[in-house]
């Protein structure tokens, strides 16, 4: 196990439930996002989650629902992810262990896989849970959103004294529409299953303060915590995967290089084109004299043919 990090931002490259047990304090947490591996058969650089059987699976989570749980502070507040065909069974799971208070809905506009035998996915449940239901954070006027009701038209709400024009302004429902990392978005990194900057910008900004600590047990592209610090918040990032910690190290200005190899963003595929061709463009203009151009002919005598 390693840690990186300062004083506001640290990661640890480690498996879950170890660095959970031996490097997180109990009630010291004020926020957790967990996006855990699924069970799906997702490719994480060469490693598949895939377990022999769901009950393993599932004894797993469960093992990092006790521990993560643990770590909350009495008004702390606990985001959870998985699955559409595992979420029952944490949503079971965590109701007498603590306070379920929304279901929400991360709905997107096209599914991963394009299914054609059986209806795509576009969507994946998250639960919204707290210690203390009568003491937690949230900041309802940071997270709130336009009402598309009566106030869009200005319409009087006659059942108030006296009659006022609707609000402008609501919480969001649980039903939250943000679209999918894709390759070509500027926030991509190469990683299977990134969420979005927007969707981690709503759960933070909501449930936790400036300065509060952020915990992400299954970090991927540290998008948790590279929102966390864009907030003024601290942050704690497990991460097993070595290529992701690299990924971390960038995103949160940790570190310029890792044994030795200099970090910088993966260029894209139409990236490294773009690049080449500027190169090629300057290459022929620094070369011109060695080259035929269009409305100019070359002052370079030509070479004998090879025989």
């Known amino acids: 196990m390693q840690l990186f990090g300062n004083k506001y931002h640290k990661i640890i490259h480690g498996e ?35 377990w022999e059987n769901d009950s393993d699976y599932l004894d797993w989570s469960y093992t990092w629902l006790k521990l993560c749980i643990k770590k909350l502070k009495p008004n702390g507040s606990l985001y959870v992810m998985t699955s559409t065909q595992f979420m029952p ?14 279901r929400l809905v991360w709905y997107y506009d096209s599914s991963g896989v394009q299914a054609k035998n059986y209806y795509g996915s576009l969507y994946e449940p998250i639960l919204f849970c707290v ?18 009701t009566g ?28 679209p999918r990392v894709r390759y070509r978005m500027d926030e991509y990194e190469n990683h299977p299953t990134q969420k979005p900057i927007a969707l981690l910008e709503r759960i933070i900004k909501a449930s936790s303060n400036p300065g509060d600590t952020v915990l992400d047990p299954f970090s991927g592209s540290f998008t948790t915590a590279f929102v966390a610090q864009q907030l003024q918040r601290k942050s704690i990032s497990i991460e097993l995967q070595e290529d992701y910690i690299k ?14 190899e200099k970090l910088v963003k993966e260029l894209k595929t139409y990236e490294e084109l773009k690049i080449n061709k500027e190169q090629l463009i300057l290459f022929e203009k620094n070369d011109e004299p060695y080259l035929h151009r269009k409305n100019k002919k ?3 005598k030509k070479l004998p043919q090879a025989k």
């Open 16 to 50: 879950a439930i170890e660095a959970l047990t031996s490097e997180v304090k109990d009630a010291s947490i004020d926020l957790i996002f967990i996006d855990p591996p699924y069970n799906i058969g997702k490719n994480f650089n060469g490693h598949k989650d895939r």
């Open 151 to 178: 106030a869009e038209r200005k319409l009087i709400d006659y059942r108030k004294n006296p009659p006022q024009i609707y609000n402008s302004k609501k919480v969001p429902g649980n039903v939250w529409e943000f």
């Open 298 to 300: 070359s002052t370079r």
């Open 89 to 102: 069974y944490f949503d079971l799971f965590l109701r007498d262990k603590i306070n379920v208070l929304s």
């Open 247 to 260: 990924i971390g190290l960038r995103r949160l200005n940790i570190a310029d290089e890792y044994k030795g």
């Open 131 to 148: 210690k203390d239901k009568n003491n937690y954070t949230f900041n309802a006027d940071d997270v709130s959103v336009d009402a598309r």
